[in-house]
């Protein structure tokens, strides 16, 4: 069975450009999990979709970050403007749960994001 | 006080020694998460637990509910275990994971 996959893996850019993730989640997983995680903290929730309806954005900084789930499959993870702060890594998870938030959930890789 | 605690922060032991790492938290929950993080980024759940002990490998996780405790333990460790453990929490009140700030393995050979 083939995992979560994100791309890119890495990214540098200046602050107040602008970046895009992307993630496909494992085949037939309802729900979708965006996480920021800053060095030396754990993960911190940005949104999660059910199917391709939103869940829960209540950490997203809206005013910059943006996330679309389009059919309910593949997401994508926009940042515009970004500033030094966003550098982190995006982590994209998926779980089977048709409630929202139950069953294991599966991480990707991982995109290590650098603003400079 | 946050509501989930790992011990140790950081641990390194020998190659075959036999690893604990604690977690306990303060919320009522539905499941209980065990995940470990390679350097890389990349996360791997490990454990999803309610009840009980779970065994796979040599990993073996167990949670007593009562105590709100749950314990990860390696036997027979070995330098590829060398990783940051993560405990995460689902709470009963909510559908987010609650997580602790992970401990730092490193086994030596």
């Known amino acids: 069975e083939a995992g979560v996959a994100q791309s890119p893996r890495y990214k540098i850019i200046e602050k107040r450009q602008s970046v895009a993730f992307w993630c496909n989640p494992i085949?037939?997983?309802?729900?979708l999990y965006w996480y920021q995680q800053i060095l030396g903290q754990g993960p911190k929730l940005l949104i999660q979709?059910?199917?391709?309806?939103?869940?829960?954005d209540s950490q997203l900084p809206k005013d910059r970050f943006s996330a679309e789930r389009l059919k309910g499959v593949d997401s994508t993870l926009k940042i515009q403007p970004a500033k030094l702060e966003d550098s982190a890594v995006y982590l994209c998870?998926?779980?089977?749960?048709?409630?929202?938030?139950?069953?294991?959930?599966?991480f990707g890789p991982g995109t290590r994001l650098t603003v400079t | 006080k946050n509501e989930v605690e790992q011990s140790p922060q950081n641990l390194t032991a020998q190659e075959g020694e036999f690893i604990t790492i604690n977690c306990s938290y303060s919320v009522g929950i539905s499941a209980l998460h065990w995940l470990q993080q390679h350097p890389g980024g990349g996360i791997v759940s490990l454990f999803m637990l309610s009840s009980g002990k779970k065994k796979h490998g040599r990993l073996i996780a167990t949670i007593n509910i009562q105590e709100k405790h749950s314990s990860l333990h390696i036997t027979a460790s070995h330098p590829r275990d060398s990783a940051v453990y993560i405990c995460a929490v689902r709470p009963d009140s909510n559908y987010q994971l609650i997580w602790g700030a992970g401990t730092k393995l490193i086994i030596k050979p």
């Open positions: 998870a998926s779980s089977p749960g048709v409630v929202a938030g139950t069953g294991e959930q599966y």
């Open positions: 085949s037939g997983h309802a729900t």
């Open positions: 979709f059910q199917n391709n309806g939103v869940v829960d």
